[in-house]
């Protein structure tokens, strides 16, 4: 996977129009981003704050075209490139022209004595109104609940792996007599205990760097910002620069601080072209400023090329599957070669089967590839068939496309469960799940949210257990996964939907059957 980031800030649209010297440079930005890098597969085009001059909406109006413009003569140079468009607001995002001092008196008492309320942040957020009107059209993001005006992370998709962005709004309790080391942000309820989905690239977005924040804050701020990042982009100062920091806790992330885009003056121009091959370990960074009529890698200094370096610290955080239990996950068990490979794996000769509801009246088919999907409608599947169609090999090859749909799988085998009292089987899950991932422990497992927690069992008929235990054993699963899927025998099947007058009614029955 290669993406490009077209890190844009401090645009300060203003009115009227004709007052915008960016808009006669659109076209020479889109030739500037996509011409050397023609084989990416897609482009984020990121403004780090101060997308408007005054928070208005006729200012973001022309900021909406001028982001259309420039997405019509990219597609031009590049029609296959995935554009995607992520923001984050300023302090120039907020209209405070009506609050006046109100404005002052409610940001200084947010936070004080490092007391933060979300509805005074709420409030706060009613000057970006506009700002969130307009990112609105651009965002797919995972809010926060009720912080929501303050942080969230938004996922992308591109070439079947995952790019995180994580939205920091530090503009939130900005006001006219703001001072640089006076800002304040709720940093340990937003993200001190922040967690970033599974994913290849994380890239973090806030418009003031941390000298702008009181000093318990902005190192709080930095301290939670290097356990999520790779990337870090920021704005406000107008002065771009890029440099890795590495601490002595394992973390390793890129800075990057942003020009002004639209400077003062109708030639100022600059921005950063960041170049990420996650495949060939590749990070490439130019300094990008206008000059005559196109826009110029900056000096002899640029670009800057490094290898691209996962944050260890950041991946501390995700559950990372043990490569060592992968491999023998994926065994094929038969020794089977091939002319073009020796050893083939699951992987190499699996073929995604389909599958028949057994409850509808025309069984319907449901394809084994859109079985994470299948759970969001039914959470708990039956995985019937005759002996050595292929369950366990099916419920093997789910592992990852779990994982990549932003659950946690575990796979358990019949063998791994002991007796079914809910205490022994939260040891018996923790066994499993620390055979099984490199990353987090074990614990976090058990207090990871419940809907992303998922069960793939296999085998329950081979357990000796009579249908109380069995139900015992149904009901444990439900109540801590959000998702279950487990493989019986057909034998079973019919043994639950016959069972004699007066026996309690299998919690089987209550599961989607799916026959092989």
Same mark, same amino acid.
């Given at each position: 996977?290669?993406?490009l ?37 897609a ?20 900021a ?27 302090? *120039?995002?907020? !209209? ?29 957020? /009613? ?21 929501k005006?303050?942080? *969230?992370?938004? @996922? ?12 920091? $709004? ?47 804050v ?25 440099? =890795? ?18 400077g ?12 990420? !091959? ?18 110029? @890698? ?6 800057v090329?490094?290898?691209?370096? =996962? ?11 043990h490569?060592?239990?992968l =491999?023998?996950?994926?065994?094929a ?13 699951? =992987?190499?000769?699996?073929?995604w ?12 088919l449901?394809?084994?590839l ?17 002996d ?16 990549a749909?932003? *659950? @946690?799988?575990?796979?358990? $085998?019949?063998?791994?469960? /002991? ?19 490199s ?14 927690r ?6 329950? *008929?081979?357990?000796?257990l009579?249908? /109380?235990?069995? $139900? ?23 043994e ?16 989607r059957?799916?026959?092989?």
């Amino acid at each position: 996977m290669s993406i490009l980031i077209a890190h844009l800030s401090d645009i300060h649209f203003k009115e009227p129009l004709t007052d915008n010297s960016i808009l006669t440079k659109q076209d020479a930005l889109a030739r500037a981003i996509v011409c050397p890098y023609p084989e990416a597969d897609a482009l984020f085009i990121v403004i780090s704050g101060d997308i408007a001059f005054s928070g208005r909406r006729t200012e973001y109006e022309y900021a909406a075209r001028f982001i259309e413009r420039l997405r019509t003569e990219v597609k031009r140079h590049s029609a296959n490139l995935q554009i995607e468009v992520v923001a984050c607001p300023g302090n *120039h995002d907020c !209209d405070i022209s009506t609050e006046g001092a109100v404005r002052s008196i409610v940001a200084d008492a947010f936070g004080k004595d490092g007391v933060y309320s979300p509805q005074v942040a709420n409030n706060l957020s /009613k000057a970006q109104r506009e700002y969130f009107d307009f990112a609105e059209k651009y965002g797919r993001a995972k809010q926060l609940g009720e912080w929501k005006s303050a942080f *969230h992370q938004i @996922v992308f998709d591109v070439d079947k792996q995952k790019v995180v962005f994580s939205i920091i $709004n530090t503009a939130l309790a900005f006001h006219g007599q703001s001072k640089p080391g006076s800002l304040v942000w709720p940093v340990e309820t937003c993200i001190a205990n922040a967690s970033v989905a599974p994913s290849s690239v994380a890239v973090t977005v806030l418009h003031h760097p941390f000298g702008w924040f009181s000093p318990n804050v902005g190192r709080e701020l930095r301290n939670g910002i290097d356990r999520i990042s790779d990337i870090v982009l920021t704005g406000h100062e107008h002065v771009p620069d890029g440099y =890795r920091k590495e601490t002595s806790e394992g973390a390793t992330v890129e800075y990057v601080e942003g020009g002004a885009l639209q400077g003062d003056k109708a030639g100022e121009s600059e921005w950063n072209l960041i170049e990420i !091959d996650v495949t060939e370990g590749q990070f490439k960074l130019s300094r990008m400023i206008w000059e005559g009529s196109e826009f110029r @890698v900056f000096g002899t200094d640029y670009p800057v090329s490094k290898k691209f370096i =996962r944050n260890k610290l950041r991946t501390q955080t995700e559950f990372q599957l043990h490569s060592e239990w992968l =491999r023998q996950l994926y065994d094929a068990e038969y020794g089977i070669n091939h002319s073009a490979k020796d050893n083939l794996s699951l =992987r190499d000769i699996f073929v995604w089967p389909q599958l028949k509801e057994v409850e509808t009246a025309d069984g319907n088919l449901v394809g084994g590839l859109d079985l994470c999907d299948y759970t969001t409608r039914h959470r708990r599947i039956l995985l019937t068939g005759a002996d050595k169609t292929g369950k366990s090999a099916f419920l093997r090859c789910l592992i990852e496309k779990f994982l990549a749909n932003d *659950h @946690v799988p575990v796979y358990l $085998n019949w063998e791994d469960v /002991k007796e079914p009292s809910p205490e022994k089987l939260r040891r018996d899950i923790q066994r499993v799940f620390s055979r099984q991932y490199s990353s987090p422990r074990s614990e976090a497992y058990l207090t990871a949210d419940k809907g992303k927690r998922v069960l793939l069992f296999d085998g329950l *008929h081979k357990l000796r257990l009579g249908l /109380k235990d069995r $139900n015992k054993l149904c009901k444990f699963f439900d109540g801590f996964f959000g998702v279950v899927v487990i493989s019986v025998a057909e034998e079973l099947r019919y043994e639950e939907l016959t069972n004699r007058e007066g026996e309690e009614r299998s919690e089987l029955l209550e599961y989607r059957n799916l026959r092989l």
